[in-house]
């Protein structure tokens, strides 16, 4: 799916179901809030979103815990979980996702290569995550995983109905 398709069909889906959606970003750097604003009518179902790059954002502003960070790394299915979860309730919103992740060129591990990302989505009570492996320039990573965690959200929204 495009990206104007797949951002416009999430904020029908969003609209659709009197829904508000909740972003926390940290590799993708605002991507998804930015590409989701560009859609007229966004208000109506984008709260708005948190660009945690720096741990300390992400325990401060998100409730993200220290010891999950120490545990586990930021780019981890703990962190993502606990950003969306924070998000969520810091706008008070019935959505929310969540991405954390290496974009390169450099910072990767043999354990968490670059391209290594981790996506957390929250729809009422319902909470997913998944790990990703992306191959790409730094650009492209973003942008893979900016399009990824929209339709890791549609999906949700759909499998709802």
């Known amino acids: 799916m495009s990206l104007q ?28 809030a930015h590409w989701l604003t560009n859609v007229p ?11 945690a790059y ?6 401060r502003c998100l409730g993200v815990p220290e010891t999950a960070i120490a545990s586990h790394g930021a780019v981890s299915r703990e962190v993502v979980l606990a950003m969306a979860l924070g998000v969520r309730d810091l706008l008070a919103t019935d959505s929310a996702l969540a991405v954390s992740g290496i974009a390169g060129p450099g910072g990767g591990s043999p354990e968490k290569p670059v391209g290594t990302v981790w996506m957390a989505w929250v729809l009422q009570d319902a909470i997913r995550s998944k790990g990703f492996q992306f191959r790409g320039t730094r ?7 900016a399009m990824r965690a929209m339709a890791g959200m549609l999906e949700m929204l759909r499998r709802q109905r």
């Open 139 to 145: 650009l492209q990573i973003k942008k893979l995983t």
């Open 41 to 51: 009518g966004s208000s109506h179902w984008f709260s708005g979103g948190v660009v």
């Open 5 to 32: 398709r797949l951002r416009h069909a999430l904020g029908r889906e969003l609209a659709g179901s009197g829904l508000r959606l909740a972003v926390a970003e940290s590799c993708s750097g605002g991507l998804i």
């Open 54 to 59: 720096a741990n300390a954002v992400k325990v």
